[in-house]
């Protein structure tokens, strides 16, 4: 049986990157393949593509989800439609349903419903709740940056291929790809695919429980269109850019699987709540960049089922004894798919 413990680790504060570097490619990458561990540098990704390979991009674009409604801060999480969303906020078992709250524009949101596990339900009294969030909200930064949004961050909390909106965090291994490295790619004789995954409130939730097994994973809403299954399906390999590509890929492959598909992936668009643990056989990816991921957290779970716990443990090690910058600003590492057991 696994346990959250399992996936714990020191990590020195300092190396927590509160702020992204000046350029996006100027970040470092570990190379873990197995064993063997080389530090290389973002740039030298394309080194590794090759021809007949795709690469999985998630081009969900962030919303300026946290804003201030009558003194209580909110960061929406999930949309039920265009203007019923939840959000989380501190106290909120506080404001009865039925309440109305006025945003700094005064626009109006109405409390419809409440609970513990996603906060509140509230519904946008306006007419376009993306213009609305633009003017009054914040991007959602993590909580472990202890800052403040600066004006920078609404350009460099996104990727550059950013297009549906929808997240409320960033798919943060794309925000190291500039258009150039993009053309390079395509340049060594692969191909780009652009999936969507919205990022929601599970990228952040805490493991609660020491039993993995008991562990509920939030639904988020991905999409992979018939073309692009069929790009993936001819792939000599998949590289995905990313833990929400990734689980975009294996959703779609599960789908493969309970179809009884003979390609890698199938089109879907569907919520997921795919939790992918040790003992996972990955049927979709071949590849994984990301960047690096908090003690214990679901996503470090993922990279430890993909590369092998005990390879992870190492290259952690490495990252933190060589002072790689971690988590959202941070820098990346390129994982390989460890061989089957």
Same mark, same amino acid.
Request: with cysteine; aromatic share 8%.
């Given at each position: 049986?696994?346990?959250? $413990? *399992? ?24 190379? !873990? ?20 390979? !795709? !690469?999985?991009?998630?081009? $969900? ?90 004006? *920078? *961050? ?12 929808? $997240? ?44 993995? $097994? ?26 995905? !850019? ?26 879907? #668009? ?62 990346? #590492? ?8």
């Amino acid at each position: 049986m696994l346990h959250t $413990s *399992d996936f714990d680790f020191e990590l020195p504060p300092e190396l927590i990157a509160g702020c992204p570097l000046e350029r996006r490619d100027a970040s470092r990458m570990l190379v !873990v393949d197995g064993p063997r561990i080389s530090d290389r540098h973002i740039r030298d990704f394309v080194e590794f593509i090759r021809p007949g390979d !795709v !690469v999985v991009f998630n081009n $969900s674009k962030v919303i300026p989800a946290r804003f201030m409604a009558a003194g209580h801060e909110i960061t929406l999480h999930t949309a039920e439609n265009k203007k019923v969303w939840w959000g989380l906020c501190k106290k909120f078992m506080r404001i009865p349903v039925g309440t109305k709250l006025e945003l700094e524009n005064g626009v109006m949101i109405k409390v419809l419903d409440k609970n513990s596990e996603s906060g509140l339900k509230i519904r946008f009294l306006c007419d376009d709740v993306f213009e609305t969030l633009n003017q009054v909200g914040k991007m959602p930064l993590p909580p472990y940056m202890r800052r403040e949004e600066l004006p *920078d *961050d609404r350009e460099r909390y996104q990727t550059v291929y950013a297009d549906p909106v929808g $997240s409320m965090a960033a798919p943060t291994a794309g925000l190291h790809f500039t258009p150039e490295l993009m053309s390079e790619i395509e340049a060594r004789g692969a191909k780009i695919v652009k999936v969507t995954l919205h990022v929601g409130a599970g990228t952040w939730m805490p493991v609660k429980t020491e039993d993995l $097994s008991q562990h509920k994973m939030h639904s988020e809403w991905c999409c992979i269109t018939e073309e692009q299954a069929a790009i993936i399906n001819n792939a000599t390999r998949v590289i995905a !850019v990313g833990t929400t590509s990734m689980r975009t890929l294996e959703s779609a492959a599960m789908d493969a699987g309970n179809f009884g598909a003979a390609g890698r992936v199938v089109p879907i #668009c569907r919520n997921t709540n795919i939790f992918i643990t040790p003992g996972y056989k990955f049927r979709a990816t071949d590849v994984l960049l990301t960047n690096f991921h908090l003690p214990k957290s679901t996503l470090f779970m993922l990279v430890s089922a993909f590369a092998g716990l005990e390879n992870m443990r190492a290259a952690y090690r490495h990252a933190i004894a060589e002072k790689y910058r971690f988590f959202s600003y941070g820098d990346c #590492c390129l994982l390989f798919k460890k061989d089957s057991d």
